[in-house]
């Protein structure tokens, strides 16, 4: 960071009202001053600063010297060199389209029940219930569903046991602010913490550490990221599962994207609905982040290529490769060979190709923005 004081207004006019926002909502669990809060209404999903303090674009503290938004933002200024630097030592080359890692496997969950709830495998069901079960993290940062489950509405939750864990399985394809569990997860004891989300949101807590952003940043303990296109408003229950295919959203037991959106009922039936069909719907957030490949959490995740009860797993830190190891040493987990799914490497690299070219040109240029060809 530069040694002028970049607060809120910076931050306000160069990532939140400039189409850089993602809504991972890192500024606002790092505010000690309360005066940030999260509007998650009307397909918004952004930060905004309370009017008693400061007005919109500004903020009295920020005027003083706090800085600490700008600190734990995830597409401030040099955010992805800054975080490479700081988590690997170097920047990526244009040719790591999908980021720095160390291997590249294929990972499932050796415990029936993570297998059978879990998305893909049950990599990351099995991985927080062995860290929670090992003492790594005293609690998980998740999503789970509102109510019953049945409005299909996302929300941040804490995952302390392996019950939890358990019942918050699953992908959903709304957005959900996974680190405003944070505060949840402080008021009931936690230290070490683990934030499960896609890369806009693993990316913060590593730019919080690489940006020394104070104790919040020293109580993320491990990442897991989730290999993510996009996300969608809420609104595309209604107005297209409902209106143009007689999908109710109450009746949704379970979906997926697999080139397509997967949707399996509770009658037992199952849809598909062409993802072009759903791309009306991408969240604003989502429409230029460059980051498909979840590239700075310590393992990103992610079910794509021809096994579709596997997960593919990209370890990235030392800390990734200190649990993932630990974890198949235990038999928590069975792997395959990447080189028996070579198509799952193609289809990563050209994801993160497509994601890449999103970060706008007017924006601070990031290393690789303009990626190579795949081959």
């Not at 170097?90 to 890692?101: F, L």
């Not at 579709?308 to 990209?314: S, V, Y």
Request: proline share 4%; hydrophobic share 40%.
């Amino acid at each position: 960071m530069p040694p002028e004081k970049l607060h809120w207004a910076h931050l306000y006019q160069e990532v939140v009202t400039s189409g850089l926002c993602t809504g991972c909502a890192a500024c606002i669990v790092v505010c000690p001053y309360d005066v940030l809060e999260y509007d998650d209404q009307g397909s918004r999903y952004k930060p905004f600063h309370i009017a008693a303090d400061g007005g919109t674009d500004d903020c009295t503290h920020g005027v003083k010297g706090c800085t600490l938004c700008t600190r734990a933002c995830p597409r401030f200024r040099d955010w992805e060199p800054e975080i490479d630097n700081y988590l690997f030592g170097r920047e990526r080359t244009d040719e790591e389209v999908a980021g720095i890692s160390s291997d590249i496997v294929l990972a499932r969950a050796t415990d029936p029940e993570s297998l059978d709830v879990g998305q893909d495998g049950g990599f990351v069901s099995a991985l927080l219930i062995w860290a929670l079960e090992h003492d790594v993290i005293d609690a998980a940062l998740v999503s789970d569903l509102e109510g019953d489950g049945t409005s299909w509405r996302a929300i941040p939750a804490v995952a302390r046991t392996r019950e939890e864990v358990l019942a918050t399985a699953g992908s959903r394809y709304t957005y959900c602010a996974n680190p405003m569990a944070y505060g949840d997860a402080i008021a009931g004891g936690a230290e070490r913490i683990a934030l499960i989300g896609m890369g806009c949101q693993t990316s913060a807590t590593a730019v919080m550490s690489a940006r020394k952003a104070g104790k919040v940043a020293r109580r993320f303990n491990l990442s897991i990221g989730l290999l993510c296109s996009k996300t969608f408003d809420d609104a595309i229950f209604s107005e297209l599962f409902e209106a143009r295919y007689g999908l109710p959203r109450a009746e949704i037991k379970k979906m997926n994207i697999k080139g397509v959106f997967q949707l399996w009922m509770h009658d037992g039936s199952y849809h598909e609905v062409p993802l072009k069909e759903a791309h009306a719907w991408t969240r604003e957030g989502c429409k230029a982040c460059p980051d498909f490949a979840a590239e700075h959490a310590d393992i990103s995740t992610g079910g794509i290529g021809a096994f579709n009860d596997w997960t593919l797993t990209i370890i990235r830190t030392e800390r990734g490769r200190e649990v993932f190891d630990a974890m198949v040493k235990d038999g928590a987990v069975e792997l395959r060979s990447i080189e028996e799914d070579p198509g799952a490497l193609a289809l990563l690299r050209r994801l993160s190709t497509v994601s890449r070219k999103r970060w706008p040109a007017t924006a601070v240029a990031m290393p690789g923005r303009i990626p190579v060809k795949s081959s």
